[in-house]
């Protein structure tokens, strides 16, 4: 299917329909015993971009080499009512509809609705930011740099419906579930520093030669790895990892790679070739490495090691139990973009040639999202509830207090996060945040009120664990 095939696509998806214009509609039921026996067919392609393509929306160093590859991997879930299908893409985001066709592309292949697929970005930089209206804005000015190739991005889901359907000859059946956890060492630090007066004096970022950020504590911070496996008896087939922070040990040279997080699940991997071992940023949109990292080359294997080694302790001591409940549970909200976005005036900054190619592509991610919102597109969040774990897919650059938010309001279930979903909100602050001022809070493009949207999704979500 062409992209550009919207009408077809949006009829075909439901998206067209009424009932998706409201905002925290719930749209699956409670976890309940398997239907059936239960199998996960694992999948892996490769979403490499080819030489000369943008890397981060246009506004870093193309690609010159691809250092290691990125990849798409996951698995599908059957036995459950209509196939599951959870993905992790070694991509900057995938926004808007270029999110929704990858899910719509996925539950094709796989034989379900796009409302049972969760596709989240790893969010490394070194890699493409896709999102299509974006790309017809800027295709337009013939000079600016592409936002994505049509025909990579294309060829790529075409690529992830032969890998599901390809998995699905050879499913293999789980019987058992294991969760656990470990604290990550000297990685995650806040990039928000705040002072006195109440607002943000300097952004620590992913990584800091500036001797301050390192002095001061690492903030508010989710110090945790989780981890979720799924065993056929007492072999393990699929362990999914999870943890907050922005994935860039360093970036904008056009040398892709996975980076630190990517690299540390390939070397877990290769120690367990016959278990899919799949990454995770948790909701990392004010956390990044900065305290701990200079941005050398020398400390991507330092922080490549550090994750690794946090992976191998939250496996420690998993204990599998038999499953006894698995539920897939969604909400949809459709937040509002702020008023201070005139898109007019937007669109003229995108058409004057004498500014930085920054300050012309990235305007265009603001313009989509309006847009989007005008057309009644919401954003789906989801949850996959195993037994005592639930598994949340929350969109964009969410701060790190949705996240422990989340953890708090379920302590007796174990609540992992994968943010990162649909990147079309971009960052997610707390309505708290917005006063305080900081990069984060200017490439917001939604309404503050999208803090009480998503944390009462996260809510509904989670009650539906519990009840």
Known sequence: MSVFDRREFLQATGFATAGWLLCGTELSAKPQAPTGELLLAPFRFDVSPPLG?????????????????????????????????ICAVDWTGLLNEAHIAWRAALADAAGTT???????CVHQHDA?????????????????????????????????????????????????????????????SNRRLVGLEGTVLSQRGSSSRTPFHQRYPEGLIDPHLKT????QNERKVAACHYYACHPMSHYGQGHVSADFCGLARKQRQQDEPHCLHLYFNGCGGNIGAGKYNDGSAEMRPVLTQRIYDAIVRSEANLAPEAIASLGWSTQEILPPPRDIHDPDEILKQ?????????????PAYTVAWRRRYERGLPIVLSALHVNSASILHLPAESFIEYQLRAQVSAPERF???????DGGPWYIPTKEAFP????????????????DLLTGGLHKLLLEAKS
């Open 114 to 120: 796009p409302e049972r697929v969760a596709v989240q």
């Open 350 to 362: 995108i058409e004057d040639k004498s500014r930085r190619v920054v300050e012309r592509n990235r």
């Open 415 to 421: 609540v992992a996060c994968a943010a990162y979903g």
């Open 53 to 85: 393509h943008s890397l981060c929306g246009g506004w870093i160093t193309p690609v010159v080499d691809i250092v290691d590859s990125l990849e798409a991997i996951g698995f599908v879930l059957l036995g459950a009512g209509k196939p599951i299908v």
């Open 228 to 231: 979720v496996a799924f065993y």
């Open 436 to 451: 305080q001022g900081g990069y984060a809070t200017t490439v917001a493009w939604c309404d503050p009120q999208m803090d």
């Open 128 to 188: 493409p930011f896709a999102c299509l209206e974006a790309e017809k804005i800027v295709a337009a000015q013939g000079d600016l740099p592409h936002i994505v190739d049509l025909d990579y991005f294309n060829r790529c889901l075409e690529s992830g419906r032969k890998a599901i359907t390809q998995a699905l000859q050879e499913p293999v059946p789980i019987t058992h579930v294991a969760q656990g956890e470990a604290t990550v060492d000297r990685v995650a």
